[in-house]
């Protein structure tokens, strides 16, 4: 049994050491060099503040749409240095129409995107081509914005820009130097190399499955160790290992140390991929019942000059206003360059508020579902399901505004809403299913445990001290595969020379095989 023990765990890693290798070096710098995204606050931060000059009305913008559905939301903005608005009907692209011209944006050419990409980088751009998406386009988030306009930017930073082909919008950018470490980070980590040559799906199985044999491959070894490791004696060597000095005793003495931490990485990350199904959401919440009231024209009917001057006189300059509606009341929503926010009923002439208020929030939450029955926890700090991330991390752009409220619901899959009350947005819905991501990835693998996410010098050694011990592992785990691939060279022992009886006994048997013949 224990040879099959030893020859699982030695060609598991010939096959795997280097991929292992590969996601330990690429796991330490994605510590430090994030996968590149667009953040809100870039993205505000290039925007002209608005002006109601030549604008059309809102409800005009509805109307030109000629979309027999109701929107969720709207949104003015800027493209380009050009006024627009957007509709977002919850699916598919948003759909835009000029703010100026009245005219409904069924397409965006390459000149609109240049012109979009030269207003944000505040440099010459260059056109490349359009893509689906590319080695630092891959997630989900840009769904909706696809096929983009990727732009070159002769900035200092040599920004790479991705323009929606539906909205105009800069979507993404990637600067030089997050594309060079991203090359050894994200793009190895997530082993984008395959995804090159092979169709999503099947990259997919293939790391879900190159992850839990890689796992399979620490399991067994931490196995052999304990099998191979003398607690209460030493071998001829005097260690403890069987094994001599050198990359042997290392990889068994090392494995000893850290093989549990790794193993815990490759379980989880393989678990971050959320395969089989496990993760998928269960509950049947509707986040949209709290958008009760149609936003039509009535509710769009707002004078853009008197609403962007209470915004001034609430303190903001707004570069963004959005169109929304909470339970059955319609609201404006105005966002400055800094990602300041102020609330402003959209049919009443009340002055902007910094939030809305919790008694109002909460009645609309329980009109929105009577039949449930809710709890609400207002969080005024963060907490081990809401809390911010750092710059490199995937959810670093994520709003983590404080207050917040959470809506518990008693339903079978125990659903929680978190609302935003500075915007009136539910920032994440989240559910048992959901809820355990949390702890098999979050906690698991990416160690956003809050004592240390408080002491990131802390979290950074830790996590450095752990990744170098993995490091000496697999290194010397590819160096032993090597050896044994390679071949150890053969001794060739020098002949003895014969003595005086060895002769003798030569020629006796010589004379025999004669006599016989």
Not at 173 to 191: F, I, M, S, V, Y
Request: with cysteine; glycine share 8%.
């Amino acid at each position: 049994m224990k040879r099959y023990l030893y020859l699982a765990h030695r060609w598991l890693g010939i096959g795997l050491g280097l991929f292992v290798l590969l996601w330990i070096v690429s796991g330490v710098v994605m510590l430090f060099v994030g996968y590149p995204k667009l953040t809100p606050e870039e993205h505000l931060s290039r925007l002209q503040p608005l002006s109601a000059d030549f604008c059309i009305a809102p409800g005009a913008a509805l109307a030109v749409s000629k979309e027999p559905r109701t929107p969720l939301s709207l949104r003015l903005t800027r493209a380009g240095g050009s006024p627009r608005y957007l509709l977002d009907y919850g699916d598919g692209p948003l759909l835009a129409v000029d703010a100026r011209s009245g005219k409904r944006i069924e397409h965006i050419g390459a000149a609109e995107a240049l012109a979009s990409a030269r207003q944000f980088a505040v440099s010459e751009v260059h056109l490349l081509d359009r893509v689906a998406e590319d080695a630092w386009t891959r997630n989900h988030a840009l769904a909706r914005e696809r096929p983009l306009y990727r732009v070159q930017a002769d900035d200092a930073e040599g920004r790479l820009l991705y323009v929606s082909s539906h909205t105009g919008l800069v979507v993404r950018d990637a600067t030089a130097h997050e594309r060079a470490w991203n090359l050894l980070g994200a793009w190895l980590h997530w082993l984008y190399p395959l995804r090159e040559v092979m169709p999503k799906a099947i990259w997919s199985v293939a790391l879900v499955y190159g992850a839990l044999l890689a796992a399979v491959l620490v399991l067994l070894g931490m196995l052999i160790g304990l099998l191979r490791w003398r607690f209460a004696g030493r071998y001829r060597n005097g260690s403890h290992s069987p094994y001599p000095a050198g990359a042997g005793r290392v990889h068994h003495v090392g494995g000893m140390l850290v093989g549990v931490a790794l193993l815990v990485w490759l379980v989880s990350g393989m678990l971050s991929m959320e395969p089989w199904g496990l993760f998928e959401k269960h509950s049947t919440i509707d986040a949209a019942a709290l958008r009760q009231a149609p936003l039509n024209t009535e509710a769009l009917d707002t004078d853009l000059a008197s609403a962007l001057a209470r915004f001034r006189e609430a303190g903001i300059e707004p570069v963004e206003l959005q169109w929304q509606v909470l339970g059955d009341q319609p609201y404006l929503l105005g966002i400055d360059a800094r990602g300041e926010t102020r609330i402003l009923p959209a049919t009443h002439s009340e002055p902007a508020q910094e939030r809305l208020e919790r008694a109002l929030l909460e009645r609309e939450v329980r009109q929105a579902w009577p039949e449930q029955q809710l709890r609400f926890e207002w969080l005024e700090q963060e907490d081990f399901h809401y809390y911010a991330r750092s710059e490199p991390s995937l959810y670093s752009h994520l709003p983590r505004p404080l207050p917040l409220l959470r809506v518990r619901f008693d339903d079978p899959a125990a659903t929680w809403l978190h609302i935003d009350p500075y915007s009136g947005n539910i920032i994440e819905q989240l559910d048992q299913r959901r809820r355990a991501v949390r702890w098999v990835f979050k906690l698991l693998h990416s160690w956003d445990w809050l004592p240390l996410l408080q002491r990131p010098l802390l979290r950074d050694g830790l996590l450095l001290a752990f990744s170098a011990g993995m490091l000496v592992i697999a290194v010397s785990g590819v160096l032993l595969g090597w050896r044994r691939l390679r071949g150890r060279p053969r001794r060739v022992k020098p002949r003895a020379a014969p003595d005086a009886r060895s002769s003798r006994l030569a020629r006796t048997t010589s004379a025999d095989d004669s006599m016989q013949r």
